[in-house]
Each structure stands twice: as C-alpha cells, then as structure tokens.
C-alpha cells in the first residue's frame, strides 16, 4: 500500500497476506520506506501502477513519477524518482489515476478545473 500526506512525504507498507488469511482477517501493517524531498506542498494522491510505478499529485501543481531503486538496499525498499513534470497543471494537482486497461496512461486532476491523460514513454 502507498500512501500520502500534508506532511510532504509518501509512504509504502505492506501486511503479512498470510497471516491475514488465517487469522480474523486482520493483519498488522508495516511501514517499509518514506519518499520525501520531491513536493514542497502537501501530496494530495498517490497510485500505484500494475508495474510497479508510484505517481504522485501536490499542491504544487506537479506530477512525479517514482520506481523501486535495487541499488543495495539493506532495511527493505528504497525508491528513486523516475520522471517529474512541474507546473502540469495551472492549480493543484488533487487527484492522480494510472489507466487500469492502458498501461501507459496517467489520469491527472487539478483544482484548475482540467483532467489531463499522459502517456508515458516508459514505466519499468
């Protein structure tokens, strides 16, 4: 799971499945890394891609596009920014949205009263 916050940073957790499945159903979530550094206003949405690409909206009107970084990681995953796009809409970027058929497609939302679809060259 990916999450975001007004506290400028995002967050990757995972919980046991298996624990989940033979238990109440219930499963305690671990947090595994933070991502900060990249908006200066609050983060407003997150997706995860089937491929594994996390996209983020801000309040600073971008778009930025992070994947899992392999470089030696010792504690769990760290993730580095694959793509940014500043100014990609007019306003805040309130809500981000990969194309659950497309796989290249991005979904952006914005306080600028647009929605922008992005193609992106690449996400692995």
């Known amino acids: 799971?990916?999450?975001?916050?007004?506290?400028?940073?995002?967050?990757v957790w995972e919980t046991d499945?298996?624990?989940a499945q033979s238990g109440d159903g219930f499963?305690?979530?671990?947090?595994?890394?933070?991502i900060?550094?990249?908006?200066d206003r609050t983060i407003f949405s997150v997706h995860?891609?089937?491929?594994?690409?996390?996209?983020?909206g801000a309040a600073d009107d971008a778009v930025r596009l992070f994947v899992e970084n392999d470089d030696g990681q010792?504690?769990?995953?760290?993730?580095?920014?694959?793509?940014?796009?500043?100014k990609a809409h007019e306003m805040d970027v309130n809500s981000i949205?990969?194309?659950?058929?497309?796989?290249?497609?991005?979904?952006?939302?914005s306080d600028d009263g647009t929605i922008k679809i992005w193609q992106c060259a690449s996400t692995s």
């Open 1 to 11: 799971m990916v999450t975001c916050s007004d506290d400028l940073t995002i967050k």
């Open 17 to 19: 499945s298996l624990h």
């Open 27 to 34: 499963a305690p979530w671990k947090h595994l890394c933070t």
């Open 36 to 39: 900060s550094g990249y908006h």
């Open 48 to 56: 995860w891609s089937r491929d594994g690409v996390i996209a983020s």
């Open 74 to 86: 010792l504690d769990g995953p760290m993730y580095k920014l694959l793509s940014k796009k500043e």
């Open 97 to 109: 949205q990969w194309s659950p058929t497309e796989k290249p497609l991005l979904a952006s939302a």
